[in-house]
């Protein structure tokens, strides 16, 4: 069985490049697809400080991050998913959480990004 | 000459042995065997029912904070006695989420992070039987660990990775139910080879005590254990194992045995082919105190083993035995045997 979480954030940029980051916890594996205006980003599976376009370029866009995590690990139920995101002013890195209710279960993590210059702006 | 070697097998499972060549003793009264293997020797999952001698029907293993309260809570109900079968595993370090905890950290090279993740509690309670009457209550305790974790293996990592991927690519699919359903045979591949390559420790600890009528100022302590298992495994289907164990226990007057025991062990055991396995091991015990002679015996043994289908094998096995030790003329002793069903795999203690 395969559960639904659904996080909608919003990230304010700067002038470099936004790279993100997206970290599988509680010792399950998991993998993301990315997308942002109908297009692919990268490859699926690991996002590793992928790279998701300049600053000024992303205001007022949405990026969608899936990610389907695997209960492996039999010590927990817990999965959960970290989003780091950089090249804007510092920002705290969000975690979404969900147990699951069988062992081998998964939690498919549904998150929009919307990017917002920094001069008027809810941070992430 | 045909004997049954194997120990404990399931019903379903039928072993026959057949003692070949020149080493069989033969002629002799048969000796007390003892089963002990490196296997036996291992670190226990649960330290405190194993002191206690206890399997419990159900072990409670709560997974919150609030699980973990109202298990302990319950200790204390029934007017302040002991509830008398009681078992708790838990592991504290899973008590919560923890979203920086990768998959890749099970095999990380830090100490501390490896204990944290590892440690786990037991506790457990039984009635303490004197003649077959409850005249009390016996309480164990113990906790285990590994203290170095090893490395992922390279088929580990390349089932993980391909894996990442699928998952990647289920996450975008318009069913994704369907598509992870199709991923049950790869991730069932993935918990089949997470065992650890390379140098692992692991260490257990545990002691038992017991309240007479239930009294607390009456508590004896009864049982002290520690058991050490430093092990390597290569990449290419060689393991090598080494176990310790000592245990201290109160030997009352009436009973029979020693207070101090020492068990050290080896194992080397090497899949040069999947259906075909060969090993070696080495067992010393040492025995002393208590109302019985001091021990001193070791064994030693080989085993091959050839698997001609899942519940189909053949082996042959030689070795020495710890009663075989003590046996007047006794020699190596050799079995040629079959095992079909469901048995357990055969150990090198050997019947003459």
């Known amino acids: 069985m395969v559960t639904e979480n659904n996080l909608e954030l919003t990230y304010v940029v700067g002038d470099g490049p936004v790279k993100l980051t997206i970290i599988i916890g509680d010792g399950q594996i998991g993998g993301s697809a990315l997308k942002m205006d109908g297009g692919v980003i990268g490859s699926p599976g690991v996002v590793e400080k992928q790279l998701i376009g300049r600053g000024p370029d992303l205001v007022n866009k949405v990026l969608e991050a899936k990610t389907l995590v695997a209960d492996i690990n039999d010590a927990t139920d817990w999965t959960s998913v970290t989003y780091e995101l950089t090249g804007g002013p510092p920002q705290q890195p969000v975690t979404a959480k969900q147990r699951v209710e069988n062992e081998g279960d998964g939690v498919i993590y549904r998150t929009n990004f919307r990017f917002v210059a920094s001069d008027g702006a809810n941070k992430a | ?352």
């Open chain 2, 1 to 352: 000459m045909w004997c049954c070697c194997h120990r404990a097998a399931p019903a379903l499972a039928a072993t026959l042995a057949l003692a070949v060549g020149p080493f069989c003793v033969q002629g002799q009264t048969a000796p007390k065997i003892d089963a002990t293997t490196v296997d036996d020797l291992r670190p226990p999952l649960s330290p405190a029912f194993v002191l206690l001698g206890i399997e419990p029907a159900s072990v409670q293993q709560p997974e919150t904070p609030r699980a973990l309260s109202s298990a302990l809570l319950s200790l204390a109900s029934d007017e302040g006695a002991l509830p008398r079968n009681f078992a708790l595993e838990v592991a504290p370090y899973w008590l919560q989420s923890r979203p920086r905890f990768r998959f890749e950290d099970f095999y990380s090279p830090q100490f501390r992070t490896t204990v944290a993740r590892s440690l786990s509690f037991s506790i457990g309670t039984s009635p303490r039987l004197v003649s077959n009457d409850t005249v009390g209550t016996s309480v164990g305790v113990g906790a285990r660990a590994l203290l170095a974790a090893g490395r992922a293996s390279s088929t580990l990592t390349s089932i993980k990775d391909r894996l990442q991927t699928r998952l990647g690519q289920c996450a975008a699919a318009a069913d994704v139910e369907v598509c992870y359903d199709s991923l049950h045979a790869m991730l069932d591949t993935l918990k089949a080879n997470q065992r650890p390559v390379g140098f692992v420790v692991q260490m257990a600890t545990g002691a038992s005590a017991d309240f007479e009528n239930d009294v607390a100022q009456r508590g004896r302590w009864r049982r002290f254990g520690v058991w050490l298992t430093p092990s390597y495994r290569w990449e290419g289907h060689v393991d090598a194992i080494f176990v310790a164990r000592y245990l201290r226990q109160r030997v009352a007057a009436d009973e029979v045995g020693n207070a101090n025991l020492v068990d050290l062990g080896a194992r080397l055991l090497w899949r040069p082919a999947n259906p075909l396995a060969l090993s070696a091991e080495a067992l010393s015990r040492l025995g002393t105190g208590g109302t019985t002679d001091a021990q001193d015996t070791r064994r030693y043994g080989g085993l091959v083993e050839y698997r001609a289908t899942s519940d189909l094998y053949v082996f042959y096995s030689f070795g020495r035995d710890f009663a075989a030790a003590d046996a007047p003329r006794s020699n190596l002793i050799s079995t040629l045997g079959i095992n079909v069903g469901l048995g357990q795999r055969p150990v090198v203690a050997l019947k003459p």
